[in-house]
């Protein structure tokens, strides 16, 4: 069964971390690019940033540029975000995704035609001010 579970939500003062884990079973890890998004409640789900393959390069949204950091563990299957200096408009449910393709991945919340093989079932990270 190909899953991918979040974990590392919860509640966090402005100003403060928070990392985020995404752990991948039933698929070859290695083969996929990794992507990670948001959405809040009656909003369209947000791209935040993805991770080719090997881990070497990374992309991030604007929104998220100098406060997120993706990376990965291959060894783990696991995928990380790290969010730094939050706001409570960074309160959302936060998602990781699958793909082969890093680009599936980057137009998948313009693009409607673009689905990740794989999402997660979400964890929401709530910053208070």
């Known amino acids: 069964q190909v899953q991918l579970v979040e974990s590392g939500g919860g509640l966090v003062q402005a100003g403060g971390s928070l990392r985020l884990s995404c752990a991948a079973s039933?698929?070859?890890?290695?083969?996929?690019?990794m992507g990670w998004f948001r959405q809040v409640p009656g909003k369209e789900r947000e791209f935040l940033g993805a991770i080719i393959r090997s881990g070497s390069s990374t992309l991030y949204a604007d929104s998220v540029k100098g406060r997120a950091t993706i990376s990965r563990d291959n060894a783990k299957n696991t995928v990380y975000l790290q969010m730094n200096s939050l706001k409570p408009e960074d309160t959302a449910v936060y998602y990781c995704?699958?793909?082969?393709?890093?680009?599936?991945?980057?137009?998948?919340?313009?693009?409607?035609?673009?689905?990740?093989?794989?999402w997660g079932q979400g964890t929401l990270v709530t910053v208070s001010s």
């Open positions: 039933g698929l070859t890890f290695s083969s996929y690019a």
């Open positions: 995704a699958a793909d082969p393709e890093l680009h599936t991945l980057v137009i998948a919340t313009t693009d409607k035609d673009s689905t990740p093989e794989v």
